[in-house]
């Protein structure tokens, strides 16, 4: 699922800004009042170019900040073909399965890639509209692919996803948190992103370090 990156969100720029996500409410908004929320994912999937490389760790720890688990990823994107390598400590490349959690850590190949952003079932959740994230007031739309379900809150004001739920039958699974965001160029999006199970004792942190 949420996939961040949940890192793959952004523009293949040089990075100009770092700043936490209040921040972001002095940014002009990106949409209108009466955008609808194919165009809202529209927006989100232009921050995902064809043609980029993405380099960061990822931390899983418990609660009281004690280390599981540490690794350091590579995602290069290519003609909207997506190869993610991971290494451990050492540096040596580590095999995982696309399919379920990666190695140890509380992340899936969808948090990487955000391969949900390309789903057709697109509309608004009623019940969560206008919801806040970290703050913020956001379009909350959900998305669709048979028995899979996820949701989205979209930072109306910059267009950046600041959160994202995975459902099964209507219930949250897996929660995504942007606790930081960077600025791309033009564009605001994630650059910490912490992922897991509501209430578990343990979470994965995505960190971004660069993009070319």
Known sequence: MITLIATLFFAATNPVQDSSVMDALTEKPVFTENATAAEMIAACRAMVPEDVEIRGHINRRSRRGT??????????????KTDLSIFDKEGKSVEFKK?????????????????????????????????????IICRVVLLKNGERTVRVWIDKRTGAMLQAHELVKGEVK??????SLKKFGDRWAPKNIEVGPPGAKYRTKIVVEDVK
């Not at 990666?102 to 955000?114: E, N, P, R, V």
């Not at 897996?174 to 606790?179: A, G, S, Y």
């Open 67 to 80: 280390q599981i688990a540490a690794y350091r990823y590579n995602l290069k994107r290519e003609k909207g």
């Open 99 to 135: 399919e379920g959690r990666l190695l140890d850590t509380d992340i899936t190949w969808s948090d990487l890639t955000l391969d949900y952003l390309w789903w057709n079932d697109i509309s608004f959740d009623a019940e969560k509209e206008s919801e806040t994230a970290q703050g």
């Open 174 to 179: 897996r929660e995504l948190f942007c606790t």
